[in-house]
């Protein structure tokens, strides 16, 4: 039986040196291909992170612009509302103005509904409000509502027959009213003056829903802003009179304290 030959000293070594190296080679290429992964993640954060910044910058834009068109649209209110009652005053004027002020209750809900959502998600996890966009949409929010309030005391006192130029108007059949007048087999004539005055406390509820909702998040200290804290003006309910320095808009006398506006605040006359 022929004995099988020993490894000399040198093979193994060589063997040995082999294995060594081959094991180098493939950490060395793990190592390698390792750093390549955390180079391609870090990368791929900080591109995320640009375009989440990049997006949060266009949405800022855009809710500013937002807001400065509403701040736009409640100036043109405000100066509308100074024809009723003169010579420019007539059915066209009313129109426009309901219009400009159911445009003016879209753009505020709209935008609270893109300003909203984001501040309360800071707020739940602690981040304190920073947010001067909402800032703005509040004060615009709470101007607004005054000139509703000034709005529906105004076509309240000084009514406009809107009958002729709503029956002159082109526009869909009015099969409702038709059915209704079979049916009861009397005329019905619609109250346009009521149905406005209507339509202005129905907007004037959501709008001061609205306030209430963007006043949660309001500075509430100097702290918070940097600054003095603002007192807001508080907006009176919609349908009570606005007291001007000699009693209400309709001649009779205000109660004791309401005869004299405060110094801070134009009368209604003023504005």
């Known amino acids: 039986m022929t004995d099988s030959p020993i490894p000399s000293v040198s093979n193994v070594q060589t063997y040995s040196h082999a294995a060594s190296q081959s094991q180098v080679q493939t950490q060395t290429q793990d190592d390698r291909n390792e750093k390549t992964e955390k180079v391609i993640l870090l990368v791929i954060y900080y591109c995320l992170q640009l375009i989440a910044s990049q997006a949060n910058r266009a949405s800022r834009c855009f809710i500013s612009q937002q807001i400065q068109e509403i701040n736009s649209q409640v100036a043109q209110f405000r100066d509308l509302l100074i024809n009723i009652g003169q010579p420019r005053d007539c059915p066209e004027l009313r129109e426009k103005i309901r219009r400009l002020r159911r445009n003016c209750v879209d753009a505020c809900k709209n935008t609270s509904q893109l300003i909203l959502p984001q501040v309360r998600r800071t707020t739940d996890i602690g981040i304190p409000v920073d947010c001067p966009n909402l800032m703005l949409l509040f004060y615009i929010v709470q101007l607004f509502l005054r000139e509703l309030c000034k709005s529906k005391n105004l076509i309240r006192i ?91 808009i309709d001649g009779t006398k205000a109660p004791i304290g309401l005869a004299d506006p405060p110094d801070n605040h134009p009368t209604f006359a003023e504005l």
């Open 158 to 248: 000084v009514p406009m027959d809107m009958t002729e130029y709503y029956e002159t108007r082109t526009g869909p059949s009015n099969i409702g009213n038709v059915i209704s007048q079979i049916v009861l087999c009397k005329q019905i004539t619609p109250d346009f003056h009521e149905e406005e005055l209507c339509s202005i406390q129905k907007d004037s509820e959501e709008i001061r829903g609205l306030m209430n909702e963007l006043q949660e998040f309001m500075p509430q200290s100097s702290g918070d802003i940097g600054t003095k804290s603002i007192q807001p003006y508080r907006v009176p309910e919609v349908g009570v009179t606005v007291p001007t320095a000699g009693g209400h």
